[in-house]
């Protein structure tokens, strides 16, 4: 399914699987060669979905900016001529909730389509049940490698709970 990029898109993602806790911090731990694999697949379905973003904001956390090379890489393989997305890596959206998911999203300029958001559970998922206005099938919460699509007309600045419908879900396996 192919989206036309006349409406605002947003990609909500949770990060790809890593390791567990142990000698590192949180913040630092890596992903495992299971979640590079799925992160690609990530990558691989929003090419051909035609979900290529203009923004990427992500965690700062090591686990997502390593999901989001995983899937830039399969961006580019798929076409090597787009250019590549702006990329903010946000510290709020490792420590903070909805509302600093939210304000980011406020803050897009209207001459992006589409935003890829690389974050943390519960707030991807959280912010994808605020945004559908809890008309959504992720009660369950995004696995990881997991991606939420929404769709809206206006500008971003107008992202309200329930503004953006959820189009598709996908969870990536590679």
Known sequence: MLFPMTART??????????PPGELTDFA?????????????AGAWLAAEGLRPGLVLCSSATRTR????CVAVALGQADP???APEVRYEDGLYAG??????????AVPDSIGTVLVVGHNPTVSDVSILLADGATSLREGLSTSGLAVHRAEGSWSATEPGSMPLVTTHTARG
């Open 10 to 19: 947003l990609v909500l993602m949770r990060h790809a699987k890593a390791e």
């Open 29 to 41: 731990r890596q992903l495992t060669g299971r979640g590079r694999a799925d992160a690609g697949a």
């Open 66 to 69: 390593q999901t989001w090379h």
């Open 81 to 83: 001529e787009a250019p």
């Open 97 to 106: 909730g909805r509302t600093e998911v939210i304000d980011l999203l406020r």
